[in-house]
DNA sequence: GTGGTCTAGACCACT
DNA sequence: GTGGTCTAGACCACT
């Protein structure tokens, strides 16, 4: 879940990949607002302007929209948008392990099997 | 195979699963030599200098061993720790992949067949 | 017409325009009211704040002068000092449009023909 | 030509315009590198971070490519983009400064007068 | 040397 | 209060 600042992901795209997220998940509600620049740096303990470059790539993404002193909203196709990016990250992700693994020459039986348990652990 | 410069990955860790997948798959023979600096740099199209921060990596994990003007030879339980790290490489990708989907609140079953097509696409 | 939230111009320089515009092209009597701060900021859908900013301007500019109680009137040389604005306003622009071109080294035939061609295309 | 600090545009704007400009009129070799970004921060008198930003910008517009470690690059197409992208900038000062006029209710002589007297002004 | 990311902190326009 | 821009300065990966 949270932002680990020691992953190689930058922290500014983790935030966009967790807003992402959220919006796919409809935990924002459409025309509303995101926490403030200032109010997300607080919660994830990280500075303004790392918030606010993952705020503009999010607005350039059609996700969300500023509006000039009073916010950032989610626009109207920005849950769809949201979850198709989701599923091509979640994609990106799969392939990659499975390239390494490829490579490693691991029986497809095994990364099934490491997808399964990892499905499980990580379930609800 | 293949280094992507444009990964946030750095380079010298792709040449490390690089290098560890093909022990992993028995591409070197076990005491036998890893290609040298300098051919490997060339063949992947990298500084020498990232080739072998990656060979001293992975001298450190026990893969390799330098014996001095002679070269870099595999070790004699090399690809077991190969296996074993490349497996966790899998594991660390595909878990990632599923907490991005989870995050979204993207159905197991959607990730699942996420997981199954690319598996189909990318199989051998 | 039109204030853009977009523009780089900030609003109560838009407003500055808009209405400097309006009194140099005699859209109101001299001596005679502007809109109310409250009118305006409705009609251009913007805080009063930034009309007042603007409307203090204009005053500083000589082109209006308030009447406590009264409402802010449109002073005997504003069309004069309106139009001399504006005209600069405009060749600030086409020298702003000018150095673009020949920062590019755009011929100035090409500047040209794509000044007439907007001039014809913006003719009432 | 300069940076001007105190202008309305953002300075990396600025930026981006004077790096396309000169693309535009091939001051730049095609696949050659721009100035370096402390480099051209030392010439400009700016901030290394806001020349990046400017940079990043030509990136994503496909007028430079970056490779990590040696520079930036101008690409191929880029004096083809950079010469369309320039045009446009000198339109829509134009049109700009066109609109202006027709809200003071300028004649179109004018209008022209003021262009080709300050085209004759900047002329090289 | 090169670019990429991040923090800390300032000032501005707008609500 | 809101977001937008900028500076100063740090650390990292790569050449």
Known sequence: MGID??????????????ICGSIA??????DGPLPSIRALALELVVN???????????????????RKGLGIFVTDDAVDL???????????MFSAGIDLGR????????????FHQVLATRAG
């Open 48 to 66: 303004p302007n790392t918030v606010q470059r993952a705020y503009q790539e999010l607005e350039r993404l059609g996700l969300v929209r500023t």
């Open 25 to 30: 998940a409809e935990l924002f509600a459409v």
């Open 82 to 92: 949201a979850r198709r990016r989701s599923e091509e990250s979640v994609r990106t």
């Open 5 to 18: 600042p020691n992953k190689h992901v930058p922290i500014y795209e983790q935030i966009i990949d967790h």
């Open 103 to 114: 490579q490693a020459d691991l029986p497809q039986e095994t990364m099934k099997s490491i």
